[in-house]
């Protein structure tokens, strides 16, 4: 990615005069020494930390660059953003604007047919589905939107891009995402066996709260506290997703299932140790393979592992959401490898559990506590969580229906007088 030059320039002397140059440009601040070019010179600096490209550029009439503007925002959103929002720009950005704007292109230039050719070169690429090409075209088109606001782009040049309408569904060459289902308990149950003791309760947990893998795996001991509520245990996230909208902290009760899953795992652990730790759970796995081999040691495998244990790990202590990923899809492998053709674990990811406690919680509750549980703001999200829960609703009613038409007239009376 290319970067800004963020040293400011010098205060200088140019025979009598106080200057600074930048951009290949003199500017001339007033007399040498004097408070008047201290003043100016204060100002200037201040003008171009601010909008380090647009005052230099905008005196002599030169439009920034692509690649400019490009660099200005990242170092923008990398201070303001949060990382995975920032890496989705970056990822816009550096594989696609860039790869073919990314030579000294002004933002002038770049019209709606520019931003086309970008979206045709996602399309090309197979990356990305409908929906993610038309989110990084929006983040493309909110950069320039930002220029705007900081005097890098022209307003029309911005208003233009707003123009390129999202891809409809069926645009040919495009492709979409089968939507995402809970996973049934049955099948979580008949994959636990294979999992390691901490992978194991990790699920338990994630499908017990409905959190997010991420914030399921990344629970740290400190963040549990057991003071607040007699009953209850609060696991208080530092962060997470929505919380610049919500403005408010995210903070996830614990009753008494979850405590017991939990509490094993606590013990003896400092404060920012991981609850549900990687790298234990892989030695929970070298140690139930060494417990299950059938053939003898070799001297040298012996010296192997005792050099492992003498080492550190270079295991991360960490779950992330694809670490979480693969160990549930390596449980599944593992125990497909034993059971018979009509038993085999069905393919799933830690992404579905979530669909799956919002479904439960709407069957067994209503649509309200799901919403409480997933914790969203509005309902429109958590119905593309429980459309399941809508589906077997509608069976029940289905099975229950009555036939308005049918003809109920009952069987006149015999007249008892006759």
Same mark, same amino acid.
């Given at each position: ?25 003199t500017h001339y601040l007033g ?262 081999? +059938? ?5 040298? $495998?012996?010296?192997? *592992? ?7 790990? #270079?295991? /991360? =202590? ?15 492998n593992e125990g497909n490898k ?56 509608? +069976? ?5 229906? $009555?036939?308005?038409? *049918? ?7 015999? #007249?008892? /007088? =006759?």
């Open positions: 990615m290319p970067k800004l030059k963020n040293k400011p320039p010098k205060y200088a002397k140019l025979k009598q005069y106080a200057v600074a140059y930048l951009n290949g440009k007399l040498y020494g004097s408070e008047a070019s201290r003043v100016a010179y204060a100002r200037f600096i201040a003008e171009n930390r601010v909008n380090p490209l647009f005052a230099p550029l905008k005196e002599e009439g030169i439009s920034v660059t692509v690649n400019e503007l490009a660099a200005a925002f990242l170092d923008h959103a990398k201070a303001t953003l949060a990382k995975p929002n920032y890496e989705h720009h970056r990822t816009a950005i550096g594989d696609f604007l860039l790869k073919l704007y990314g030579d000294a292109t002004p933002t002038d230039q770049f019209k709606p047919s520019c931003l086309k050719l970008v979206r045709q070169d996602m399309i090309e690429s197979k990356r990305l589905c409908r929906n993610g090409i038309n989110d990084y075209i929006r983040r493309i088109v909110r950069i320039f939107s930002w220029g705007v606001e900081e005097e890098l782009v022209d307003p029309n040049t911005a208003l233009a891009l707003k123009a390129v309408k999202s891809l409809p569904e069926g645009y040919p060459d495009t492709f979409d995402y089968e939507p995402r289902e809970p996973v049934p308990d049955e099948v979580i149950r008949r994959t636990l066996p294979f999992m390691p003791p901490t992978l194991a309760a990790l699920v338990k947990l994630q499908r017990l709260t409905g959190c997010r893998p991420s914030e399921i795996s990344n629970m740290r001991v400190g963040q549990i506290d057991k003071t607040t509520d007699p009953d209850l245990w609060m696991y208080r996230l530092p962060q997470h997703k929505t919380e610049k909208k919500t403005k408010r902290k995210k903070v996830i009760p614990l009753g008494k299932p979850e405590q017991e899953i939990l509490a094993p795992f606590l013990i003896d652990k400092d404060s920012e140790a991981a609850v549900f730790s990687l790298r234990q759970s892989a030695e929970e796995r070298n140690i139930e393979k060494r417990a299950n081999r +059938k053939t003898k040691i070799s001297p040298a $495998q012996e010296a192997r *592992e005792a050099a492992k244990v003498a080492k550190p790990s #270079n295991v /991360a =202590e960490f779950y992330n959401k694809d670490s979480y990923r693969q160990a549930v899809e390596y449980a599944i034993t059971l018979p053709g009509n038993e085999k674990i069905p393919h799933w990811t830690p992404y579905q559990i979530r669909h799956t406690a919002a479904t439960a919680m709407e069957m067994e509750e209503n649509f309200e506590a799901s919403m409480i549980l997933l914790d969203h703001e509005k309902p429109t999200i958590t119905a593309r969580y429980t459309t399941q829960a809508r589906l077997k609703k509608m +069976k029940e009613l289905a099975r229950n229906r $009555q036939n308005p038409f *049918e003809d109920s007239s009952e069987t006149p009376e015999e #007249n008892p /007088a =006759e």
